[in-house]
Structure formats: C-alpha cells, structure tokens
C-alpha cells in the first residue's frame, strides 16, 4: 500500500516536471512536414545536421500526411502543441493565414538566393524549400530525341498498343500547362474564374482530340499512367519529380520541360514546398535558427542529394552532385517557365468544376457549354454567405422545446418514483455521460453549425438561411443539377435498388447454405462472408479499377461475349450500375449471416408439418420460411438501409459522383459542400441535419410496419 | 385406405434404424406402433409421410406404390409431438393451410374450418396466434389441422407427450372417439404403454429396428411372444426369473415355479426365464404351491392397491397386493400355473 503511494507520488512529481519542462524548456523545436521516402529522409538528416551544429538542441520530427495538415495545425496551434516550423505547399497558404497559424517571415531570408518568381509565389510568408512542377517523361528507348512539340510527338509512329503520351488527362493541375499554352489560366489575377474563356476552349477541344485519336488514353488515373510508362506502353507521359521514385530502375527515361502547343509553350503550374513559421515559433530564438538553416544552402544539398528535390536555391545548383542529376536538372529548367499556383483560397473551390468540365469534354461533350458549366458552380461554390439573421427565432423555437421538453417531463416524472430509482440512475450515470459526450453533444454542436455560414474563420449566425438554401435549390431549378431533390431522389433509389437486392442475395444464399446436405458449407460461408471483412474502402477501389473503360476486369468480362466496352462513368445509368454492383458486393454477406442466423430459429417441425401438408419447395419458402424470417430481417433491412443512405465510400470511391455529380448521394454532395467548395460547414451541416431527419423518418415509418 | 410397409431397411450413416419392417394396417383399422425410445417407430412414421426415403423396401398405400413419392402426393395428415404450428398464422390459417395450398374453394375452406372448430372446440380460438394458446389448445389445433384436410390416413407421432398426465387420459379417449367416427386409417405411434393398449385395434410393438409382434392388445399382453414384449408391456414390468426345468416346475434358488401344461413336455435341466406379472402373483395360502417368500423392501401403496418390491436372496420380485405390508415383513407368494410365461434362455422366445 505504501509503496503503492510513493510509487503514484513519484509519477505526479514526474507529470509535474515534464509539464514544466513543457513551458520554460526551449532546447527542443518542433518541426512538421509531410514527406515521405527519400524526403523524409532528407529532412531528418538536415535535422540532425542541425542539432550537430547546436550541441544540447533536438528537432522534434513529425510527418504530417498531407491531407490532414490544416486540420492539425488547426488543432493544435492554438494550445501551443503545434510545431515551431512547419513545411507545407505554398498553395495552402491562403488557407493557413485565414486560420492564423502562420505569421508573415519574421526574420530576413536571402533573397538573393532565390529568383524572383519563387519569392513572389511565397509573398512574404515563409522561406522557399524546394520548387515542383510537371515535365514530360520520355522512354528513350521509344523516343530516342525528346519531342519539341505536342504534335510531333502526336505524330510520331510508335508499335501497335503504345499510346504517344499519357497523363492525367482529366485533372485541372495538369490540364492548366496545356490552357497556358492557349494563353489561359483557371483564376484570373482578381480572383475570378478565368478557365471559362476561349483560350479555355480551345484547350479543351485540344485535349479532346488528343484522346479521340488515342494519343492519350481514356479514364487516365495516376497508377495508370505511371504502369503505362513502367510497361513500355506510353512513349511519354507527363509527371512531377514525385513519379521518379515509383519508376525505379524498371526503364530507361529523360525528363525534359513539357513541349509546345502550336509553338507556345505549355507552362505546368508551380508549388513551392515553403518553410514557414508558427506565431509560437515567431518568439523563439530556436525557430528562428531553425528556419534559417532550412533555408540554407548546406540543407538544400541535402534535400538535393538524398530527397531528389528540386531545390529553390540557386547557390545549390553549383554543387556538382545536384548539378549533374539530370532529371533534377531538368526539373529545375522546367520550373523556370512554370507559373506559380495562386494561394487564393478561391482556387481550392476551382479545382473540382475545372475538374467536372474537362471531364464532360473528355467524354466527348462540346467544350463551351461545360465551361459555361463550370463558372457558374464555381460562382456558387464562392458565393458570399447570407447576410447576417438575428437569432431570435431560433432562440424562441428552442425555447419552445425546451419548455415542451419540460412539460413533458413534469408530467411524466413523480418526484418519489425519481428517488426510489437514484441508485439505478448511479448505476448508469457513468454510460450516460459518455453517451452525452460522444453521441448527443456532437449532434447538438453539428445541429448548431448548421444555423452558420462563412468559413470556420469567419463564421456568421444566419438563421435558417442554409436550410432555405438547399431547399429553394439555391435560388436555382428545382429539379436542376446539384439539387437537393435531385440527389434526395437518387439516393432514395440508390438505397432502394441496394437493399433489394442485399436482401435478395442474402436470403437466397443463406437458405442456399443453411442446407444440411451440401458440402464444404463452411468453406463457402466463410468465402461468402469474406467481403465483409475487408475494408469498404479497399473493396471500392479494387471495383474502380474493375470498371475501367480500357483496362478494367468487368469490359474485359464483357468483351468476350462480344460487348463493346462501356464507359461506365460517362452515363448516369452505367454509373449507378457500377455504385450498385460495388455496394452489392458489400453488403449482400450480412443479410446472409442474419439469415442463416435465423434460419436456426426456424423450427424443422414446422417445415415439415408444411411439407405433408401439401406445400411445394418453394411454396415452403415463400410461405413459411420467408414470413418467420421477417421479424429478424426488418431490423436488418432498416440498418441496411440506413448504412446505405448514408454510404459515402462506395459513391465517393466508385463513381465519385460520376458523370457530373449526377450519382452524389445525400451525403457525398455534404462532404462536397465542406471539403471542395470553400469549406461551407454550415451548408454541410444542414445537408447533414436534414438527412438526419430523413433517416429518423424512415425508422419511426418502419417500426410502424415492424409493430403492424 | 390400407397401408403397407415390406421390408422397410433405413440407415442414418452407420446406425441401421429400420431393419426389414413389415407392417400391414388394414382400412379404417387404429394401428399403435410401440416401443422403447430409439426402436424406429418415429422414423417408419416418418417414412410413412414420405420425410424420410428408405433404403429399401416399398411403401403402398391404398395398394398405391407410394414408396418414391413426396409427402404431398401420398395424402396423408400428420400430428407432431411439437404440434409444428405455424407460428404466424392464426388458429384459422393454420386449420386452412393445407387446404389453400390445394387450391380448395373458399366456401368448403370456410365450411371445414367451422366443422373442424365445432369437432374440437376450437370456435373461441380462431383468430389467435399458437403463441397465445395452451399446450392443449395447440394439440387440439395440431389435430385440427390434420382433420381439416380430410386425409386417407392420420398419423400421429406421440401426440400426447408434451401434456399433463390428466388431459392425457381426456384427449386419449378425445382421439379414439375421432377415429371411430372420422373411420380414416391411423398409424399413431407412442412409448406409453396405456396409450398403446387403450388405444389399438392392432398393436406393433418394434424392438432394435424390427416388428417384435403384432396383433390385438389384449392377445399381445396375454401371450407376448418375446421376452422384450413380456417385459415392456405391463407396469410395473413382468418378474423375470432364471430357472431351470425340474419335471412339471422350474427351479431358482428359493424359488419354485409350477408349469401349465400348455408348454407341453418340457426336457428337465433345461434353462429357461419364467415370467411372472406383478398382479398375476397371489399371496399364499394354504393348500398352494409356494412358490416363493419375499422380504419386503419398499412398499407402494396406491390407496386403489398396494405394489411392494421384495427380495428372494439377491433377487427382486414386485407382487401386487391387497392390504398393505411394511419393510421388513416375510410375505409368501403363490401363483396359477396357467399364469405363468415361460421363454427360452437363449433366444428369448416364448416356449408357448
């Protein structure tokens, strides 16, 4: 007992010291980035170059995957946890800055190191890494000189099944070196959505002839790009100095900077890795050590030689190691016509409608018509919240319920009873505030959110403003694109079609394998139940791959029968098709297992009483076996159908809402909402509130039937 | 409809059930099949509703060859010891399924229904779920519903098992009086024994997979032909006893037994078991042959009559008496020779 106290004494004592230690101790710094492989190495040894040449001082490392950044930093930069420095795309500064956790430089960099277009990409709020940009990556083997245009490598002769060239037809990053070449851009100067113009146009109409007379593959996605390449199947392709690790040695390959559209040059956009700093890193002399030494010329070396980064210094390049990598080389010339991505926060919600409208134009679609597409979604997508609403209806109608709430209470609750059952409250005092705290107050905070709009930073009380929104279809048709009913009526259908078949399927398959007589039952159960098992996710895009237009398993499938391959994410009815088939496939094994769950139940007397009673096979089926499985499969089918409704992965992975966000459910066109178009939370949390209610519907509708 | 099992073999796996069943029930005739657990008499009734498909041998019914056909092409009702109610239909929907599924008219479906209720008392009950009814309300419905569907032939696999022992002796006489005036043939089977005699015109008592004997209750229990039949009719069970032939009686230790001249010249020093009923067991009188004294040792008193187990040496001997007798006490017992069954040492069988 008594060690036991010492031993608890010490352990508050040691808690005490390092939480002091937390405060006044500045021998450590802390150092966010989010690298990986050879980078990661790089910058853990300019790290512990660092703490060689400041004996007693230690960077604390720690890699940060990239998506997640901001929402890290956001989390912890305002306790104090957050790194001192941070490495980041100078395309998030915008973001950062609006969240406030970056100051401007606070100390003097050398400028002279670096050329100007770096510098002016960064502004003032950090010190430049290292620069990244697309080239073109040729097979030598294949291409023996480096194509100077893209219509001579378009008319190059190459063996039957090698595509000319291979990129990532459909992304706007890749897509904005061509539109530079038409003299284009995707933001103009002020902010404004510039890819609707007619240099847009013509890039798009040239890309589409591209890939109609197959000198780029369809449905291009990264892997595939690079396998094509790796496989001697794309004499080129177009890719960023993160392409050369996944290449390896498996072949022989040149970088040169992109080549030249009708004699202009195709300028790739530019990011900048920036080192920046923290407003805590701001006040330590650490950081600013720190900052200084990543941005000196003895780092850049080794970001060069061990990371293969393009450093930003100029000063590097006379180091012969860096000077003589080639492709790093090249890299660097490419840069020099690149254009800088803007840090505009508006360009985060250009991306997806300049991704839509390549796309439609892909797919074959007229090219104006989609532009004219994309700038009217990304002008909704950017539209300035409602105006300020006071709260006091909202005010008054929580305290309707509330006192409703009251009421109800009062009139339900006799004080004795309460006191007679205090000890069983006690007993489950404990599940109920972590019920409260994990279940109800997110809920409540969610359901609060939604009377919001604006960014996180500039959040303003709008009322009902959001729910009018959505409701009135944003002001737009009501049976329009993007629509709240339209994608209501979807995902009703989506739910529908998958729980009508998970139950077919499963029910089918478990009376198939409740049947005593058959053989190796366990093996296939176990076979059966198997996709369950794996994450949804990974089973998505194994489907995705599946559904290739070219390379896909299923066209493949198809082929031999002597079908045409379908495009099976350029039409809303293919589309779906495949979400379906994806989500089938996941969900059919636990209808199975509830089935045979409750075939056990199901008495063999019974059966049999219904066989001597004249009953075929399937009239016992229909008749006794299905109608003593209902009580356990509606609480099923209610599950099933919830998870369905709400089925993000599936949508988002498979079809990613394909074509034109026509197969978005409910709450993908949320996760739009709040991740792509200028992080609206409000507008996503009233989509969420009003599925929320939709679902609480269906549940009281189907306890109902559960009851009748 | 006459039924007619020949040579009925069937084996789960490695356990040969059925081996070489004949049975033979005439039309209109109450035929009980009857015997120890495991005996066979379930699956024969089975492979007479056709769930179950024998090995070998045929099954006619109504001179039919029904021995490959499924149970709803063979006609006949069956009464579960589970009653096998459908649990979600109501009373009603249970008496009219197999109607239903035979396409019956409405109008004839509602009439059986309500001729049905009438015959069982079911009328209160119709609209009930089997959960909400008594365990002899659900027999009565499991009846019903075989009644109903006015087969040729009712079987029914322990019917009574699942009830208490007084609505036992009430439906016991229920169903008798059924077949009397429903005429349909029955093959019901059962391990009681009361059942069994109370309820047979001919009575099929099976042992290890085969027919042990036939015949009309009364006979069965007066000659049994075997000493499994000896002993498993008749409660309490029959007094077996190892004796030896010694001229016109059989010796045991302490015991002497007469022998009726029915068994005819019996060779002396023979071996054989003697079988002797509780009841057929007299106390000794003078002017009797003794044939035993027995030490009381537990004693059953009825009120109606008293069982008391004794003991002859190591031997135990149950005997009927009337008064009453308390532990301890030497009774002697005396017996009518014609009483007295005698059976083979070896085989089993009856020296009658």
Known sequence: MIRALTLSARLVLLAVALCACGDVDRDTVVLWHAYRGDEERAIQEVARAFERAHPGVRVELLGVPFEAYLAKLEAAAPHGHGPDVFIDAHTRIGAYVRAGVVVPMPWPIDASAYDGATLAAIDRWGAPLSTKCVALYTNVDLLPAPPVSFEELARTPFPKGVYPLAYEADVAYYHAAILSAFGGSILAGDGSYAFDSEAGALSLEFVQRMSREHVIPEEPNGSLVTQLFVSGKAAAVIGGPWMRADLGGAIRYRVTPLPTIGGAAARPLLTVETAMVTPRGAKSALARELALFLESREAAITLATVGHQVVARSDAWSDPAIANDATLAAFHEAVKTSIATPTSTRMQSAWVPTDEAIRKTLRGGAARPALAESHRRFDDAVKPPPPPASPAPALVILGAILLFVAWKITRAVRISEVRAALPAYRYVAHAAVVVLVLVVLPLVAGAATSLFAGTRDDPRYVGFANYAAILGARGGDLLGHGSFYVTLLVTILWTLLNVALHVTIGVALGVLLSRPLMRLRGVYRALLVLPWAVPSYVTALAWKGMFHRQFGAVNALLGLFGVDSIAWFSKFSTSLTANVTTNVWLGFPFMMVVTLGALTSISQDVLEAAEVDGATRWQRFVRVTLPLLRPALLPAVVLGAIWTFNMFNVVFLVSGGEPDGSTDILVSDAYRWAFTRDAQYGYAAAYAVLIFGLLWLMTRATRRMERA | ?352
């Not at chain 2, 069943?21 to 009734?45: H, N, Q, R």
């Not at chain 2, 040729?152 to 229920?174: C, G, I, K, Q, Y």
């Not at chain 2, 007469?258 to 079988?275: H, K, M, Q, W, Y």
């Open chain 2, 1 to 352: 409809m006459k039924c007619e099992a020949r040579g009925v073999h069937k084996s789960f796996g490695d356990t040969h059930v059925l081996r070489g069943v004949d049975l033979l029930v005439p039309e209109g005739s109450f035929a009980v099949l009857v015997g120890s657990s495991g005996c066979g008499k379930s699956t024969l009734l089975r492979s007479l509703a056709g769930l179950e498909t024998i090995d070998k041998g045929t099954i006619r019914l109504a001179g039919r060859d029904v021995t490959k056909l499924p149970p709803r092409d063979r006609d006949v009702a069956m009464v579960f010891q589970s009653y096998a109610l459908y649990p979600h239909l109501s009373v009603r929907k249970n008496l009219s399924f197999g109607l239903e599924l035979r396409r019956t008219a409405k109008s004839e479906i509602d009439a059986r229904v309500r001729e049905v209720s009438e015959m069982l008392g079911l009328d209160a009950l119709l609209d009930r779920l089997p959960k909400q009814l008594s365990g002899g309300q659900r027999q009565r419905v499991a009846m019903g519903r075989a009644i109903a569907r006015r087969p040729t032939m009712f079987l029914f696999d322990e019917p009574l098992s699942n009830l208490d022992a007084a609505l036992r002796a009430e439906v016991r006489v229920d169903i008798r009086r059924l077949h009397d005036r429903l005429g349909a043939t029955t093959v019901y089977v059962t391990h009681d024994q009361v059942e069994a005699m109370t309820l047979a015109d001919t009575l099929w008592v099976m042992n290890q997979g085969k027919v042990e004997q036939s015949g009309a209750p009364l006979e069965i229990y007066e000659r049994p032909r075997t000493r499994f039949v000896a002993t498993f009719l008749g409660s309490p069970a029959m007094n077996m006893i190892d004796a030896t032939i010694d001229g016109r009686i059989a010796r045991a230790p302490d015991i002497v037994i007469p022998i009726d001249a029915r068994f005819g010249d019996l060779a002396s020093g023979r071996e054989v078991t003697a079988g002797m009923r509780p009841h057929d067991l007299t106390l000794f009188q003078e002017g009797m042959t003794k044939v035993c004294e027995i030490v009381v040792d537990v004693v059953e008193a009825l009120g109606f009559e008293t069982y008391v187990h004794g003991k002859v040496g190591a031997l135990d001997v149950v005997v009927r008496i009337p008064g009453t007798a308390k532990t301890g006490d030497k009774i002697g017992l005396s017996i009518d020779p014609c009483k007295v069954h005698l059976f083979d040492r070896e085989a089993g069988t009856s020296l009658a």
